[in-house]
């Protein structure tokens, strides 16, 4: 497992922008599959965006494409999550999450940080 510590998040007004980071505690992180998840009260943690080892292709929800970008540091050991045009749906924990190398599921997460959107 990996130790994932997240930075960023807050309050902004509908239409504006945020920025989340998550760093890495592993000189294997390249190795890693890294994503994005969220979970708004009372409903269920949902994917939100992923990216890749070498490719560092990324994959989205259809509720975000479009305003949400995943990248990725290598030499930073932590990726990020740039958030445009920003909702009230929005709102919501935010989770980063890592795969290791052969692992099917998401091993390693963050702590969490709240996003909140006003209307």
């Known amino acids: 497992q990996v130790q994932l510590v997240q930075s960023g998040g807050g309050l902004v007004q509908a239409g504006g922008s945020l920025r989340l980071s998550c760093q890495a505690s592993?000189?294997?992180?390249?190795?890693?599959?890294f994503g994005w998840f969220r979970q708004a009260p009372g409903k269920e943690r949902e994917f939100v965006a992923g990216?890749?080892?070498?490719?560092?292709?990324?994959s989205y929800a259809d509720s975000v494409t479009g305003r949400f970008t995943m990248s990725r540091d290598d030499r930073k050991n932590t990726v990020y999550l740039q958030m445009n045009s920003l909702k009230p749906e929005d709102t919501a924990i935010y989770f980063c999450?890592?795969?290791?190398?052969?692992?099917?599921?998401?091993?390693?997460w963050g702590q969490g940080t709240q996003v909140t959107v006003s209307a």
């Open positions: 999450a890592a795969k290791g190398p052969g692992q099917t599921t998401w091993s390693s």
């Open positions: 592993s000189s294997l992180f390249s190795s890693y599959v």
């Open positions: 990216i890749r080892r070498s490719s560092h292709s990324t």
